[in-house]
T-cell receptor
Framework: RKEVEQDPGPFNVPEGATVAFNCTYSNSASQSFFWYRQDCRKEPKLLMSVYSSGNEDGRFTAQLNRASQYISLLIRDSKLSDSATYLCVVSSISSGSARQLTFGSGTQLTVLP | DTEVTQTPKHLVMGMTNKKSLKCEQHMGHRAMYWYKQKAKKPPELMFVYSYEKLSINESVPSRFSPECPNSSLLNLHLHALQPEDSALYLC?????????????FGSGTQLSVL
């Protein structure tokens, strides 16, 4: 089982639609969670951190369910510019006390006009 | 605009060449990383420097040699690479490796090995 799993998609949705991505992680001791966005041939950029109580940033809402070990990202009112690959990233304690980030394989989103 | 600067943006090299990738950040971050990313795959961690000391080497072949001359600079020296090493090489930094591990990536070096 992969440490961090995402549905690869692709998700093709019309402008204005609401779309949700899920991500599951295997390490129950994982401590921090993030969503990154990566445009084609560009570097990943931090979209938002994911907090236990859930958090919202404009049209984006992130949720964390520790009991079920999954993270979600909801995008409302999709824009063409939201087209990208969304990477789920989980931070866990590795050997010693160092934290290590593990990337999911990404979910590809295309918003259609 | 990214605050992590990588050079060159593109690099084509032969299997006998020696080249170096450079990365610079001026955010005062104390952790710096090298990642390798193949098309349609997530970034794979190669090396981590924490406070200018190598703290993680993810079993990377010795033809990749990292160097951290100071807290702002990170290099990746390449020698005798193979065609399968062709990929996007991403540098990243974070405030530290403790609670502030949000990564800031450079725009990457697209490497082609012929």
């Amino acid at each position: 089982r992969k440490e961090v799993e995402q549905d690869p998609g692709p998700f093709n949705v019309p402008e204005g639609a609401t779309v949700a991505f899920n991500c599951t992680y295997s390490n129950s001791a994982s401590q921090s969670f993030f969503w990154y966005r990566q445009d084609c041939r560009k570097e990943p950029k931090l979209l938002m951190s994911v907090y236990s109580s859930g958090n919202e940033d404009g049209r984006f809402t992130a949720q964390l369910n520790r009991a079920s070990q999954y993270i979600s990202l909801l995008i409302r009112d999709s824009k063409l510019s939201d087209s990208a690959t969304y990477l789920c990233v989980v931070s866990s304690i590795s050997s010693g006390s160092a934290r290590q980030l593990t990337f999911g394989s990404g979910t590809q989103l295309t918003v259609l006009p | 605009d990214t605050e992590v600067t990588q050079t060159p943006k593109h690099l084509v090299m032969g299997m006998t060449n020696k080249k170096s990738l450079k990365c610079e950040q001026h955010m005062g971050h104390r952790a710096m990383y090298w990642y390798k990313q193949k098309a349609k795959k997530p970034p794979e961690l190669m090396f981590v420097y924490s406070y200018e000391k190598l703290s993680i080497n993810e079993s990377v072949p010795s033809r990749f040699s990292p160097e951290c001359p100071n807290s702002s600079l990170l290099n990746l020296h390449l020698h005798a690479l193979q065609p399968e090493d062709s990929a996007l090489y991403l540098c990243a930094s974070s405030q530290d490796r403790g609670s502030n591990e949000k990564l800031f990536f450079g725009s990457g070096t697209q490497l082609s090995v012929l």
